[in-house]
């Protein structure tokens, strides 16, 4: 079955310059890349990716990591691959979302650490599951910056302007 599946390189991973490393074993999968951006996380677009952690008690320091303030590098990569078995290839290249209890072969279980205080320093995001890759997907991604039509839109007029949006 045919999936699309969003990927973060976190700020972790661009301070260390994994970037190519990881676009290296992602390319294991044998995926296609129909989106690819670098984004500047504002803390209501991190608020929002992470809502779902809203009430875990690490919420906060989380935040503070996708936006970057730990790297000084306000910054990540963000992607859409697509593909057969998307999630599921990406989950299993990703690793577990504690360092420590990954593969040691894969990304996290390579590349990532657990600071001093307790934060995942895991390099990349993987979507889930289909809901949250829809969910996350229209999040970071306008239906124009990916080259195929990834689900539904419709079109509007923004100051006289035709713009495509998500339905």
Known sequence: MKQQTLILIKPDGLVKSLTGNILTRMSETK?????AK?????????QV????LKEKPFYDELLTYLQGQLHDRRKVMAMVYWGDDAIGKVRTLAGATNPEEAEPTSIRGAYGRITSKGVYENVIHASSNEAEAEREIKLWFEPDEIILDAYKTKTVVLDGVKKRVWA
């Open 31 to 35: 995926l296609e890349i129909v989106a």
């Open 38 to 46: 670098i984004a500047r996380v504002s803390p209501e677009l991190a």
């Open 49 to 52: 990716h992470y809502q779902h």
